[in-house]
């Protein structure tokens, strides 16, 4: 048994003080008034106690593996590397986000064949056989005009080798990219190979006029992931009708919906919504379109994850607690509980509950700035550290 004393424990309705929070195992066993009996005590000298966050959208493990765009690491190596990172940013769940793209629009990328993709399923799928110190999920994105993906991604959920799938479209004119000279500025910062063959009134031809996989068979894919209890999202929802055609495609997430009113109506359809913590920080989105906190402000966003610099998660649940005055166990729901429920996961992770998994934090704010100094996975300790004046 672990008792954890002296900390504010940060449930999801309110911050409990004066407890001792027990630990048994790999679950928690309850509140206490003392440490009783137990094996080990940790004293976190006032910080706060939290749920460790469930991040379900962060393609970072990209930059671990290619590091440049002709630099490519050994993926377990990359994989070991990127989990310890992901410790001192309290993320003891990761999505890791790959994507199925058709072409290079956005750049060359090593890591967005099948043939990668699968590998690295292969080893996410592997590694909790090994030694390893956070869960590891696989987030597949498919995007549309990929029509080799329907066989993949049949395969990989058959395989239970994805945990969380989610279609995309990035055809410009709609979507995240419905301003086009945002579009513009975005593809040629990638310097990807069709703007440079085919220019840009070539590349908007182009879209025009491909190829998507149908209506049929994401449903069929969505059908197939929820058989195996795995959530569907979609990406970048822009309109009504769109939320309405997903709705009956059977996806049960809305990820970075383009505007305000999207995010309200996704939420009347039933889909959680997820915004970026970065944007958060940021201030704003990166290709222009929803604030995230604006979101959070007007109740439409129930997730928030780290879309693509993990840090940013701890930093905006922070951020919107001290500048906006949101409750810090809301915000911290945002982080855990609401991504657990939305990934069906939420019987055993996202909240600090008896009999629910040992996945726990010890937060402290030093300078003004939060800061991780334990985190346990199941009941062990996998990060501890101390800062020094």
Not at 196 to 213: A, C, I, R, S, V
């Amino acid at each position: 048994m672990i008792a954890i004393k002296n900390g504010r424990i940060v449930t999801p309705t309110q911050i409990v003080e004066d407890k001792v929070l027990l630990i048994d195992g790999d679950r928690i066993a309850g509140f206490a008034n003392t440490t009783n009996d137990a094996e080990r005590v940790v004293d976190a000298h006032g910080r706060y106690i939290m749920p460790g966050f469930i991040d379900v959208h962060s393609d970072k493990i990209e930059q671990y593996i290619q590091p440049r765009p002709t630099s490519q690491m050994d993926f377990e190596f990359a994989l070991k590397i990127c989990e310890r990172d992901l410790l001192s940013a309290g993320i003891t769940t990761m999505y890791h986000s790959l994507s199925l793209f058709k072409d290079e629009t956005f750049g060359r990328c090593l890591l967005r064949t099948k043939e990668s993709i699968q590998r690295i399923a292969d080893l996410i799928a592997n590694i909790h056989l090994r030694n390893h110190l956070i869960h590891h999920r696989l987030h597949l994105r498919v995007e549309l005009d990929n029509l080799e993906a329907f066989d993949n991604v049949r395969d990989m959920i058959e395989q239970e080798k994805a945990h969380l799938i989610s279609f995309m479209d990035h055809t410009p004119g709609q979507g995240q990219y419905s301003n086009l000279a945002i579009y513009h500025d975005t593809i040629t910062k990638y310097q990807g190979k069709e703007i440079e063959t085919l220019g840009f009134d070539g590349l908007l031809d182009y879209h025009k006029n491909k190829d998507t996989l149908s209506f049929e068979q994401l449903k069929e894919l969505a059908e197939l992931a929820h058989a195996k209890g795995i959530a569907v999202a979609s990406h970048d929802d822009d309109t009504n009708e769109k939320l309405a055609l997903n709705k009956d495609i059977g996806v049960d997430v809305s990820e970075f919906p383009i505007t305000l009113e999207v995010a309200k109506n996704a939420n009347k359809h039933g889909f959680s919504t997820v915004v970026g913590a970065a944007n958060i920080l940021r201030g704003s989105s990166h290709s222009g379109n929803l604030s995230a906190a604006e979101a959070i402000l007007e109740g439409c966003a129930d997730i928030i994850c780290s879309d693509y610099y993990p840090a940013a998660i701890l930093h905006s649940i922070f951020y919107m607690n001290t500048k906006h005055d949101v409750p810090l166990e809301q915000m911290v729901n945002r982080a855990t509980l609401n991504p657990a429920k939305a990934m069906k996961k939420d019987a055993d992770y996202g909240s600090i509950e008896p009999n629910k998994k040992a996945d726990l934090l010890v937060v402290d704010v030093l300078d003004s700035y939060p800061v991780i100094t334990h985190v346990f996975v199941d009941g062990h300790t996998t990060y501890r550290v101390e800062y020094r004046r």
